[in-house]
């Protein structure tokens, strides 16, 4: 099968197309399934640089990928909710830019009629993350003030609408075209970071999601109520400015199991919900791709179209 891999920690440079042996059920509970499209996400590129050996450790040649949609081609005999030849979306921690990947049951999802493949494909880390952030760990409720620093990118706009759903007053941080777009989302207020202080401008806000870090996550402790809730994608917060300003915070590793991405599934259903693809390209081109991601500044998604 086709398939993008690398053999060498790096940078894009590294990535080549190469023919792969097609994947194969291993177990009971897995799905292989025909790739149509796939996605690419912040954390490849963390994970093609070597940077988060330690905690997500790959051994090369590895083919990366965390999200993919397509059509069931086999399942294990214990699988009992997906059969050959349906669509589904689904999340595995690496494969996905492939035309063939195996994913475990519990991470797969019917694909709604009413969306494409790539569409698909582009939601389900975005989805997953959005709940985990909001509902496994913020626990947001309605009428709140959620800060999402960040949240001109994939996540971002996918948070924006799930939170706005949940009856939740939405801040978010972004610039150039990110603002318009975030209000168009339904954002309640929108911060310019490039010509506005978030830290000047924000504060008593109940849930930080922090998507940024750095300088950032530090600076935005301080938007916060007594009792609120930092929530990071990105570093582990520090424990000791928490303590300092009375509040909780966390670094999350994003639930991407079916039932994480339901909520948004059921929201999208709604019409409360939309996927938000920037950049489409062909599978070959996933180190233009990722160069693209990596400089920031995207707002949405990039697609790898596969087969």
Known sequence: MKAIRYRAFGGPEVIELAEANKPSIANTTEVLVRVKATAVNPLDMKIRSGMVQRIYPVQPPFIPGLEASGIVEAVGTGVTQMKVGDAVMASAMGGTYAEYAVFNEAAVSPKPEQITFNEAASLVVSLGTAWSILVKVGEVKPGQRLLIQGAGGAV??????????????????????????LKALGADEVVDYKSQDFAQLVSDVDVVADLVGGD????????????????????????????????????????????????????????????????????????????????????????????
């Not at 009856?167 to 610039?175: E, M, N």
């Not at 609120?228 to 994608?233: A, E, N, T």
């Open 156 to 181: 971002g706009g996918i948070l924006v609408q799930m939170a706005k759903a949940l009856g939740v007053y939405v801040i978010g941080t972004a610039s150039g075209n990110g603002v318009d777009a």
């Open 216 to 307: 950032v996550q530090t600076r935005s402790f301080g938007c916060l109520k007594k009792g609120g809730k930092l929530v990071s994608i990105t570093m582990p917060p520090s424990q000791e400015l928490a303590q300092q300003h009375g509040i909780s915070a966390s670094f999350l590793s994003s639930d991407l199991s079916r039932k994480a991405v339901q909520l948004g599934l059921d929201l999208l259903a709604q019409g409360k919900l939309k996927p938000i693809i920037a950049y489409t390209f062909k599978l070959e081109e996933a180190a233009r791709a990722q160069a693209l991601v990596e400089a920031g500044g995207v707002n949405g998604k990039v697609v790898l179209e596969v087969g």
